[in-house]
């Protein structure tokens, strides 16, 4: 952030406008947030500064406060599922999967459907096929333990959310329309309770992969899966927790 501030007060090659965009401006750093603030308080002349946000609400009040909203909201679902069909060979499911993955954004469905991102997803799906059949969650940790982590449990999150949706009738809505025997079988394995509560832990784990410095991924993760291991077991207390 400093090296950025620095460079604002010089002029633009061409004499024109400058402009600071900060791609997912909720996870600056305290230190980052409040140079920016300073910056904001007393900007240079003619500089325009955009916030983008998947997450608005974990931007600290004094940055928000400063700010005017503009919200972009996704296309149509059909309009995206036809664009993507023109950039990509993929079946019907598996756009719809890698598009609401995405939250409907179509260039991030793009980039999910590449065949690095993609391979690791269904990476993940056959691991977790693999854990449940032989009760050995730890199965799972060579899929999830990557610099992506927390998009992987993302991906973990939204087969379990559709495991709920199979168990309530509700196939038509499932995120992972390609991956329907995983999901059938997950919702035959887990009741309602264990799959709300396995949910609540891994919420709680992707958001210190997101937000706390320095955490030892690998360790979070193995104490995540074990504690899967263990809500899984005939008899285990469950909490109460409501999505």
Avoid at 216 to 238: F, H, M, V
Wanted: hydrophobic share 45%; with cysteine; glycine share 6%.
């Amino acid at each position: 952030m400093r090296g950025i501030t620095e460079k604002l007060y010089g002029y633009a090659q061409q004499g024109g406008a400058k402009v600071v965009w900060l791609k997912d401006a909720d996870l600056l750093t305290e230190a980052a947030a409040n140079a920016l603030l300073k910056t904001l308080e007393e900007p240079p002349k003619n500089t325009w500064f955009f916030l983008s946000s998947r997450e608005p609400a974990h931007l600290p009040a004094t940055l928000r406060s400063r700010c005017l909203y503009w919200h972009l909201a996704p296309p149509d679902e059909r309009f995206a599922l036809a664009w993507l069909g023109r950039e990509i060979t993929a079946s019907a499911e598996e756009l719809q999967a890698a598009l609401r993955l995405s939250s409907g954004a179509p260039a991030a469905a793009l980039a999910l459907l590449q065949p690095e991102q993609w391979k690791a997803r269904q990476q993940l799906c056959e691991k977790l096929s693999q854990a449940g059949e032989a009760n050995n969650m730890l199965v799972l940790l060579p899929a999830l333990n990557h610099e992506d982590a927390a998009r992987r449990v993302h991906w973990l999150c939204a087969l379990l959310v559709d495991a709920l949706k199979w168990q309530q009738g509700a196939g038509a809505w499932l995120t992972n329309a390609d991956m329907q025997p995983l999901i059938a079988g997950l919702s035959a394995r887990y009741s309602s309770a264990v799959l709300q509560g396995l949910l609540h832990h891994l919420f709680t784990c992707r958001e210190a992969l997101l937000n706390v410095v320095g955490v030892n991924r690998e360790l979070l993760l193995t104490e995540s899966l074990l504690t899967w291991e263990r809500q899984a077991q005939p008899g285990a207390l469950l909490h109460s927790h409501h999505l």
